[in-house]
Structure formats: structure tokens, C-alpha cells
Nanobody
Framework: VQLQASGGGLVQAGGSLRLSCAASGRIFSINVMGWYRQAPGKQRELVAT???????NYADSVKGRFTISRDNAKNTTYLQMNSLKPEDTAVYYC????????????????WGKGTLVTVSS
């Protein structure tokens, strides 16, 4: 299983970006997909998660500005980021909790490579 994140870039404060994360491989099911971020000198932190039924969870710092969604048919999750602030600058990682076809009878965690988001003031 591989997760491929894309959509990062440089944007001015107040602007928007949309990140995408596509999962590929021998996927049986995806329980949870989520976005995390790590700013320079800081620990990786949760941004948002979405479960297979569509329920979402957000960090307080992004509530009302970011929206996570998923396309189950495409095994893809999106993070729409609006009203971006300089403090949103970080490398953003996607994570999937995934059951593999022909694999263990329980889901495992997979991480994609990060995509850099830089918000200028």
C-alpha cells in the first residue's frame, strides 16, 4: 500500500490550498484517513481525520477553516484549507488505517510522504 500526497505550495495569508492523498495497492478497506502536520522544530500533530462513514474530527486550530473529505471510490482524501495563516506552515502528511487484501485480518497504519505548505505573511 502506498499513499501519495500532493497539492502543497506557497500561498499568501488568507489564501487557500487543497491537498490530495491517494491510496493505492492491494486495499481491502480503509477505516480512517487523516492529515497531520509538522512545523519546523515541532512535533507532528493531528490536523483532521475522516472515518469510512464520513464522520470527521479536527484540531481546534483549524476548525472552521479546513475541511476534510474523502472519495471512497478513488481511495482518496482531500484537505481543503481556507483562510490560511503563517502558523499553518508545515509539512503535511496523510495517514491511512487500511486493511490489505490477502493480508492480516486487522487494519494497519500507512503514511505518505509529506507535502510542504508555506504560508507567507
Amino acid at each position: 500500500v502506498q499513499l501519495q500526497a500532493s497539492g502543497g505550495g506557497l500561498v499568501q495569508a488568507g489564501g487557500s490550498l487543497r491537498l490530495s492523498c491517494a491510496a493505492s495497492g492491494r486495499i481491502f478497506s480503509i477505516n480512517v484517513m487523516g492529515w497531520y502536520r509538522q512545523a519546523p522544530g515541532k512535533q507532528r500533530e493531528l490536523v483532521a481525520t475522516i472515518i469510512s462513514g464520513g464522520s470527521t474530527n479536527y484540531a481546534d486550530s483549524v476548525k472552521g477553516r479546513f475541511t476534510i473529505s474523502r472519495d471512497n471510490a478513488k481511495n482518496t482524501t482531500y484537505l481543503q484549507m481556507n483562510s490560511l495563516k503563517p502558523e499553518d506552515t508545515a509539512v503535511y502528511y496523510c495517514k491511512g488505517t487500511i486493511r490489505v487484501s490477502g493480508g492480516p485480518n486487522y487494519p494497519m497504519h500507512y503514511w505518505g510522504k509529506g507535502t510542504l505548505v508555506t504560508v507567507s505573511s
